[in-house]
């Protein structure tokens, strides 16, 4: 099947050669604001572990008091409006779902809500260069956080992060996953190496460039109104997720010698069908299974959705979620070495303010 995309890809990596030729040269101009910018994206399309490390880049702003601005897409939303949220709202009366706010815009929310990460704002917008200019000229933050800019070149950025996991695909979209090749995270001024659940080392040389080494950190299992689940507890699961590379999620539970009787994998960013639920709760049934296991993203998509939070009846996504022993695996994104080149980068661009 590559090899019959391969024209496709070469002609999508001439596309991108065009636009960033058109930037690199001035021909197209990016559009500057008032407060700092920084950007955080990746090479290939999903799975890297862009909003993880936005959210560590946010606490670590407010935490310093900072008046920060995250800007996400929010993607496969309904509604195409900018929408803004405090970062410490909880959502408890779910005013917020996720067909308005998108499944990783409302999953930082909520990570950064109970942290207590008060102080900041969350605006999403499916023009990001619109939602920033919007949020500078609107809010006066200190600092802005673009989530997944590192192709939105119409907006300038004071720090460019780009972020890649190592044995990268290298084949351009359609034949592979690469949104341009994979020589030009030379553009950004920052490379972060996320090993996710791999203990494997990385090449440190890519020309020299500084670069951050981080990882995944679990944090255990949680269930409906965060209620802990222990590992041992787990006799065996039926694991079903729709996220960018869920090959990084089976290699955590088999690195917490979790029985995987079924794995079912969806597109990321899915919205799940009535018919898709109840084959997975049928699944359940017949493996045998003690426990139904998914992403915190997939979680947060099936419980924020308006099929829940609005359905006056049981349904499917209320039975699922209701009378099935289903729960998500909660993980944090750490910095394992090399912490000082994006904390001086984020401080300098601080104390230019």
């Known amino acids: 099947m590559k090899i019959i995309l391969l024209p496709l890809s070469l002609l999508f990596r001439f596309g991108v050669f065009v636009r960033n030729f058109l930037y690199n040269t001035g021909l197209l101009k ?78 930082l929310l909520e990570n950064l ?46 720090l460019d992060i780009v972020i890649i996991n190592p044995n990268s695909d290298k084949h351009m979209i359609p034949a592979g996953n690469l949104r341009e090749p994979l020589k030009n995270f030379r553009r950004a001024d920052l490379l972060v ?74 597109p990321d960013h899915h919205y799940f069908t009535n018919t898709e639920l109840e084959n997975l709760m049928n699944s359940f049934s017949k493996n045998g299974s003690s426990h139904i296991l998914t992403t915190q993203k997939d979680y947060v998509r099936l419980k924020n959705s308006e099929l829940v939070l609005k359905a006056k009846s049981n349904n499917t996504y209320k039975n699922l979620l209701f009378n099935f022993p289903l729960y998500f695996t909660k993980i944090k994104m750490q910095i394992n070495s090399n912490s000082e080149y994006l904390f001086k980068e984020i401080d300098n661009l601080l104390k230019s303010e």
């Open 30 to 107: 990016a559009k500057v604001l008032e407060p700092k910018i920084i950007s955080v994206g990746n090479i290939s399309a999903g799975g890297t572990g862009k909003t993880p490390f936005v959210e560590l880049i946010t606490e670590y702003l407010i935490r310093k008091n900072k008046f920060v601005v995250v800007v996400s897409k929010g993607y496969k939303r309904e509604f195409d409006d900018i929408k803004v949220v405090e970062t410490g709202f909880r959502n408890e009366k779910h005013e917020l779902n996720t067909e308005n706010l998108g499944d990783e815009a409302l999953m």
């Open 113 to 158: 809500s109970s942290a207590g990460l008060e102080g900041g704002l969350l605006v999403v917008g499916d023009d990001k260069t619109k939602a920033a200019k919007f949020a500078a000229t609107k809010f006066k933050p200190e600092i802005i956080v673009i989530d997944d800019g590192f192709q939105h070149r119409k907006l300038f950025r004071d």
């Open 193 to 266: 190496i996320n090993n996710k659940f791999e203990k494997n080392p990385v090449n440190e040389n890519r020309k020299n460039m500084p670069q951050v080494i981080c990882n995944y950190v679990f944090e255990g299992i949680r269930g409906i109104d965060n209620t802990v689940l222990s590992v041992e507890d787990i006799k065996s699961a039926t694991v079903y997720c729709g996220i960018g590379e869920p090959d990084s999620f089976k290699l955590l539970l088999n690195e917490l010698n979790i029985k995987i009787d079924e794995f079912i994998t969806f």
